[in-house]
């Protein structure tokens, strides 16, 4: 069974409104979680990295202010996408580790599919 | 800097048929590496992985070698059923984070 969980899978949200994703560990405490996005058909782009208890870090390029990300617990770690646009629409993937304390294994949500109309 | 290079696809297989999805990487130090499969629709999910060099990972049939003499990690499965098409994605993880390849889509005709 999954051992990170993503919700919602799907959510449309109008432009202009934020709209917030959740990543929760199952199985172990998520000492780390990461922030991916895909676009159609390419790859995924790491947009953040954040340890619980500290602020995010972002990758180049990324707006920290449009891209809100807290981690504030070591099963939960959420994505709230500010003042949504239709290009932020996109397919965008958790993952999480524990560390040692889950083999070193990364693990991934089952995504979430954003439309913003 | 870390870097992953995948076989450009759609790679178009017949059933039963013999797969090899080639992947380099460009590294500094000794990294991990991981082959991930993606269906439609859904995320990721890790298919095999490799430690150190001359390790073999192997899962469901596929199987894949780290080679540092080449920098390469090429995924090979003997007979690939319609099921296994998916996209496909060769990784590497060194100072934490995972690096991924662009991704080669895999279809297996019947």
């Known amino acids: 069974g999954a051992v990170v969980s993503q919700h919602p899978s799907r959510v449309i949200c109008k432009s202009g409104t934020s709209v917030k994703i959740e990543c929760r560990s199952l199985d172990f405490q998520a000492t780390t979680m990461f922030w991916y996005r895909q676009f159609p058909k390419q790859s995924l782009m790491l947009m953040a990295t954040?340890?619980?208890?500290?602020?995010?870090?972002?990758e180049q390029g990324v707006e920290k202010d449009k891209f809100l990300i807290n981690h504030a617990s070591l099963t939960l770690s959420t994505l709230t996408v500010t003042s949504a646009h239709p290009e932020d629409s996109s397919f965008y993937i958790c993952?999480?580790?524990?560390?040692?304390?889950?083999?070193?294994?990364?693990?991934f949500g089952e995504g979430s599919w954003l439309t913003v109309v | 800097g870390n870097s992953v290079t995948q076989m450009e696809g759609p790679v178009t297989l017949s059933e039963e048929a013999f797969l090899t999805i080639n992947c380099t990487y460009t590294?500094?130090?000794?990294?991990?590496l991981f082959w991930y499969v993606q269906y439609p629709g859904e995320g990721l999910q890790l298919l095999l992985k490799?430690?150190?060099?001359?390790d073999k990972g192997s899962n469901k049939g596929f199987e894949a070698t780290y080679r540092k003499e080449t920098t390469s990690f090429h995924l090979e499965k003997g007979s690939v059923q319609v099921s296994d098409s998916a996209v496909y994605f060769c990784a590497l993880r060194n100072t934490g984070k995972l690096i991924f390849g662009q991704g080669t889509t895999l279809q297996v005709k019947p």
């Open positions: 590294a500094t130090g000794y990294p991990s």
């Open positions: 993952s999480a580790t524990g560390g040692q304390s889950s083999g070193n294994t990364i693990y």
């Open positions: 954040s340890n619980e208890g500290s602020k995010a870090t972002y």
């Open positions: 490799a430690t150190k060099a001359d």
